[in-house]
């Protein structure tokens, strides 16, 4: 494990990010300027599994970005080994290749709605298709020097939140649930609050809540508790995440 978590550092440090792609797990529809290309790695860890969700996404004309999500690369430290999971039945799928893509709609210079989402494919060793993986949202965000704060809702199913209500309550069949997330910037030169949280009973289902430290104009750390949402199976946890962009 702890070469895998020196060879992500190695990758990071290497890329030549002005904002938080997302603050832990919801996305801040902060966007990726023309021409940037943006990474980002997050570590979940917790009692039982050390995960590892890298995203990269490049900036395009015209307000869009996409990318890719390299999810659920999972260390289980009792099996010392990295597991995977394809049974539909069973919860959500991992390891997964996604693409990502998003649009923006500025109305000023502090408001701007973003439609996004990210779709794929579990990887498992005969890239069978295990049904598909999806996930759409719409959020809108205000932003001015000191506080950026997100929300609104999104559409996903199973294969890749999980079994488990999406909103607070059932039914559980509704594939509708809600995300938001704030960064603070503290009195303390380079630190931010952040705080946010996926709703449902899901295997995303958490709150987070953490500060990121811009180590350079371009270079970000993050680190946060995760707490799971109340009647979900989720476990508490730490969460790591390294953000980079270049030109």
């Not at 991992?94 to 649009?103: E, M, R, T, W």
């Not at 949202?137 to 996903?156: D, I, P, V, W, Y």
């Not at 069949?173 to 449902?200: A, C, H, M, T, W």
Request: a positive charge; hydrophobic letters at 40%; charged letters at 15%.
């Amino acid at each position: 494990m702890k070469s895998i978590f020196a060879a992500y550092v190695f990758l990071i440090s290497a890329f030549s990010v002005s904002a938080q792609q997302s603050y832990f797990n919801t996305p801040s529809s902060e966007q990726t300027s023309a021409g940037k290309f943006f990474i980002q790695e997050q570590l979940n860890i917790n009692s039982s599994a050390y995960t590892s969700n890298l995203t990269c996404v490049w900036g395009l004309k015209r307000n869009f970005e996409i990318g890719a999500n390299l999810y659920g690369i999972t260390w289980d430290p009792a099996a010392k080994k990295i597991v995977q999971q394809h049974d539909p039945n069973a919860g959500a799928l991992f390891p997964s290749l996604l693409i990502n893509g998003q649009k923006f709609f500025h109305w000023n210079k502090k408001w701007v709605t973003t439609l996004g989402g990210q779709a794929g494919l579990d990887l498992d060793k005969t890239i069978a298709w295990h049904g598909q993986m999806w996930y759409l949202f719409s959020n809108t965000r205000f932003k001015n020097e000191k506080l950026t704060a997100t929300g609104g809702l999104f559409l996903g199913n199973h294969q890749l939140f999980g079994k488990g209500y999406l909103l607070d309550f059932g039914p559980e069949g509704i594939p509708l649930g809600f995300q938001f997330g704030f960064e603070y910037k503290s009195p303390v030169k380079n630190f931010s609050l952040i705080f946010d949280r996926i709703s449902g009973t899901n295997q995303m289902g958490v709150s987070v809540l953490g500060f990121a430290y811009r180590i350079q104009n371009n270079y970000i750390i993050s680190l946060g508790f995760q707490h799971p949402n109340i009647g979900s199976y989720n476990s508490p946890g730490m969460v790591i995440e390294f953000t980079r962009s270049i030109d």
